[in-house]
């Protein structure tokens, strides 16, 4: 049932029925009742801060002290206790998690119990643990249970748990709770973002569109119905309250407090009560898809449409007029409408962006050089407007031209469904691949050219969302409460942010492990010593490493270097790979580092010694044989030149005596 080491190495394991075992200096001892246990079946061990061996059994608790095990070290009634699981916090302070008398803790001389009176549904507990930050974590037959102030929240199948039959719990290094169940093994860590779906109450989890009324209701627009939430209680509006179509793609509030919907293929509607009127026919708007909805201020109802921009009313009856390309739209597909400081009217198309002035009744696209599909409009805060596309994110400041912000200034080319200004110095970007926050000080130095890059932060499944797949296309896919949060719709419920209560990532480098070496796509062992050898012939090394982080691997950044061979560090990103071709024979180390994003570089590493061994004709002796020879062969060729020359000479001097002789 458990393990574990004291503090002179030994190792001990609670076996089911049969006792203690104690593992040390390679034996095995066994320890029954005979030796002062209460019971054999032992399901619980823990080491204590001061040394001491705590055991916990079916039948009560002994502690080891001066090699015996003592009874009753608490004296009271969880020494009889079925003990299922003890552990010490950092205040050392003895938790228990019993089978069948719920939970206790000893402080001191006292002894507190905890049981269905603090929201403990059962009392048939399996482990317990206390985590980094004094968290107490129990689990049970039905599930787990966190201990929050004095009561328990429990988690079970309906929030995704794969069995609520737990076996164990552990904190891992980066703060992660893991837990074993018989169907598998569950995560739990601290999240910056938080998921509505089915715990919250939505019977459809993929959401198109959210708003808050000034009711305070939240309203969420999902492909199976609307749905209204005020604190715990929910409710959902669908065919039988008068909508047309339960698949709903916008919603609006006009300055009347009106709820206006926008339906798939139902039109437009408006609450009334507590059912809805059907208004298409009325505006002349067609059973189509109604994307985006804008009562102005200035009374006029904006509706986007499958074929067109509906100009209508929200104060009083007065005819529908519909805009379409001919009157200047870039096309008839409007995804979104937003009106700014200044009343004039934005558009967003499939076919890129328009403008309509105030009073005007003609739209223009020229000098914004957006084809693209646009999926919403935003104005923050600081007068910026933003503009969040099918292939990126353009933004301008105010007055100013709209610009692109390119992925080597550090947003990725994707789809971003809405922006939202947490009105504390940041934007907040939903996408098809998680949550981008742009720091709007780093903004304006890009956009006057101070910055050359944005440090952006990064959400997705890590930082708590269900999935990152963001909606949109619909209006508003985002939405800011009165209370501060930020609301974006998904393809699994309803992310939920808080800013300024983002979870506290932890910087800290991970630690970076060499998984593998190929030697011209053979792999190859290095063993403890760390040591490769490269036969002579072969020329290309790859080395795969990894850094180990559960929690963030995404985040994950990596630089190598091989000494004698790269003259700095190779800033690798997140690319797990480093690849070696025509290395000089010689030796080398090879050492990778690791960083996690926003966090500094580790100073250790891993390292590996490649050592690329040469043919016979690249060593050093065959150089200087061959050097020696070189030069042997050159002294006989010079001795010879020199001895032709000096036969030379005696012949040019006979001649030159014979003629000298003949005169």
């Not at 709820?259 to 189509?288: D, I, T």
Request: glycine share 12%; charged share 25%; aromatic share 8%.
């Amino acid at each position: 049932y458990h393990l574990a080491e004291d503090n002179s190495g030994a190792l001990w394991a609670a076996v089911a029925t049969s006792g203690l075992v104690r593992i040390a200096n390679g034996e095995a001892k066994l320890f029954t009742v005979d030796d002062g246990l209460p019971a054999n079946s032992i399901s619980a061990l823990r080491v204590l801060a001061n040394g001491e061996l705590w055991v916990g059994t079916a039948n009560g608790l002994a502690v080891l002290r001066d090699g015996k095990f003592v009874r009753n070290p608490t004296g009271t009634w969880l020494d009889g206790a079925s003990i299922a699981g003890l552990v010490e916090d950092r205040q050392k302070n003895l938790w228990f998690a019993t089978n069948g008398q719920g939970i206790a803790v000893r402080e001191g001389n006292t002894v507190r119990r905890f049981g269905k009176r603090e929201g403990l549904s059962t009392e048939a507990l399996t482990r317990i643990l206390t985590d980094r930050d004094g968290g107490v974590w129990v689990g049970s037959l039905e599930g787990i249970y966190r201990l929050v102030g004095n009561n328990f929240e429990r988690f079970g199948t309906p929030d995704g748990f794969t069995n609520n039959y737990v076996r164990d719990i552990f904190e891992d290094g980066e703060g992660s709770v893991w837990i074993g169940t018989d169907s598998g093994i569950n995560r739990f860590r601290d999240a910056t973002i938080t998921t509505w779906g089915v715990r919250k109450g939505l019977t459809e989890e993929f959401a198109r569109a959210v708003l808050e009324d000034r009711k305070g209701r939240i309203w969420v627009a999902t492909a199976d119905g609307l749905f209204a939430m005020t604190g715990s209680n929910v409710r959902r509006y669908g065919r039988e309250h008068g909508l047309l179509n339960g698949a709903i793609l916008s919603l609006a509030e006009d300055g009347s407090g009106n709820l206006w919907v926008g339906s798939n293929a139902g039109g437009l509607h408006r609450l009334n009560g507590e059912r809805f009127e059907q208004l298409s026919a009325k505006f002349g708007v067609p059973a189509a898809p109604v994307r985006a909805i804008l009562p102005a201020r200035d009374g006029v109802l904006w509706i986007g449409t499958g074929s067109g921009l509906m100009k209508a009313s929200w104060k009083q009856d007065a005819p529908a007029k519909l805009l379409r390309m001919k009157e200047g739209l870039p096309n008839e597909q409007v995804s979104a409408i937003h009106e700014d400081a200044a009343g004039r009217i934005w558009v967003g198309t499939r076919g890129g962006l328009g403008m309509i002035a105030p009073g005007a009744e003609m739209a223009t696209s020229k000098g914004f050089d957006i084809d693209a599909s646009v999926l919403a409009i935003n104005s923050d805060a600081d007068g910026h407007l933003w503009v969040n596309t099918g292939s990126g994110m353009w933004v301008a400041a105010a007055g100013a031209k709209l610009r692109q912000i390119k992925p080597e200034e550090g947003i990725p080319i994707q789809a971003y469904f809405h922006s939202l200004d947490d009105m504390a110095g940041h934007v907040w970007s939903c996408g098809n691949r998680g949550i981008v926050k742009i720091r709007k000080t780093q903004l304006d130095e890009l956009l006057t050219g101070k910055r050359s890059k944005l440090e952006p932060a990064f959400y997705g499944r890590s930082e708590g969302m269900t999935t990152a797949q963001c909606n949109g296309a619909s209006q508003p896919a985002g939405w800011r409460t009165r209370d501060g949060r930020l609301m974006f719709p998904t393809a699994r419920g309803v992310a939920v942010a808080e800013p300024g209560r983002e979870a506290t990532r932890d910087l800290r480098a991970p630690p970076v492990h060499v998984k593998e070496v190929l030697i011209d796509t053979e792999r190859v062992e290095y063993g403890a010593e760390r040591y490769i050898a490269v036969p002579p012939g072969k020329h290309r090394v790859e080395i795969s490493y990894v850094g180990l982080s559960m929690a963030d691997p995404e985040k994950v950044r990596y630089r190598y270097q091989l000494k004698g061979f790269d003259a700095a560090w190779v800033e690798a990103g997140r690319e797990a790979k480093a690849v070696y071709t025509n290395v000089a024979p010689g030796k080398y180390e090879f050492r990778v580092i690791t960083s996690r994003e926003g966090g500094a570089w580790s100073e250790d590493g891993s390292t590996l010694t490649i050592e690329q061994r040469p043919h016979f004709y690249e060593t050093i002796w065959f150089r200087v044989v061959g050097a020696l020879a070189i030069i042997l062969a050159g002294l006989a060729v010079y001795r010879a030149r020199i001895a032709q020359l000096n036969a030379q000479g005696v012949r040019l001097q006979q001649m030159v005596d014979e003629r000298t002789q003949a005169l």
